[in-house]
């Protein structure tokens, strides 16, 4: 192989592997964002229900007393009953704590109802509360992750570019002006090989002087169709 075109074919690697990681490294944080926004999402939606929740406990709280107070007004009404004089008084008694029976008779009936939402709400809440608590540890494993992995690629990046500054020290610069050149227009991908006479960049069919050239390795050979530098390794 043409001694520059063997460290380009190194080059590149490095290349592409600094592309990579970099490009996981912008990607990995955002998994860890959506989580935290998830997570905003599932506590706000549990306050509103525990709001909602408090509220209505304090409504059934407020309709039990109003019960209480009524039912002693009821006896009250009662006792009263004991002392009327006229038949006329009687009967009016008897109508008022008759309308204070039913209407209490109807606050039970509302107070059962809520009795049942309430459990309803509980039930509800305990099971948002839960995956709340789910998300949230699901949050801090990724966020622990995160600073681990980010550490990681850093290091990496760190090494490859010692080791690509190694591989430009080795290569001309007119060479690696072209083969920065190259690479930019097709995507990311400069040096290819020639296997079974194809260009292995666009798929185009090398003329046999070519690809003999090619193998040769004496002069830097580019393929007529995608301009890529080309080398030749034997098939494994
Ligand atoms: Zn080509």
Redesign the pocket.
């Known amino acids: 192989m043409h001694p520059q075109v063997s460290v380009l074919v190194k080059l590149q690697a490095i290349d592409l592997s600094i592309e990579k990681i970099e490009e996981t490294k912008e990607e990995y944080p955002k998994k860890t964002e959506l989580l935290k926004e998830n997570l905003k999402e599932k506590r706000r939606v549990t306050n509103l229900k525990r709001e909602k929740l408090e509220k209505l406990e304090q409504d059934r709280m407020r309709e039990e007393r109003i019960l209480q107070q009524e039912i002693q007004r009821i006896e009250k009404h009662e006792e009263r009953l004991l002392s009327v004089k006229t038949n006329k008084e009687y009967q009016a008694a008897l109508k008022e704590i008759a309308l204070a029976k039913e209407s209490n008779s109807e606050r039970e009936d509302n107070i059962l109802n809520v009795l049942e939402e309430l459990d309803a709400l509980r039930k509800g809440l305990g099971e948002q509360e839960k995956d709340c608590e789910k998300t949230c540890r699901e949050f801090e494993k990724e966020s622990n992750e995160l600073e681990e992995k980010l550490e990681k690629f850093e290091r990496q990046l760190a090494q490859e570019t010692r080791r690509r500054e190694k591989l430009y020290s080795e290569i001309d610069a007119e060479v690696l002006r072209m083969y920065k050149n190259i690479r930019k227009g097709r995507h990311g991908i400069a040096v290819?090989r020639v296997k079974n006479e194809f260009?292995q960049?666009?798929n185009?069919y090398m003329p046999p002087q070519l690809a003999n050239e090619v193998q040769k390795g004496i002069d830097m050979v580019f393929?007529p169709?995608?301009n890529?530098i080309l080398y030749w390794k034997k098939n494994s």
Do not use: A
């Open positions: 290819v260009c960049g666009c185009m393929c169709s995608c890529r």
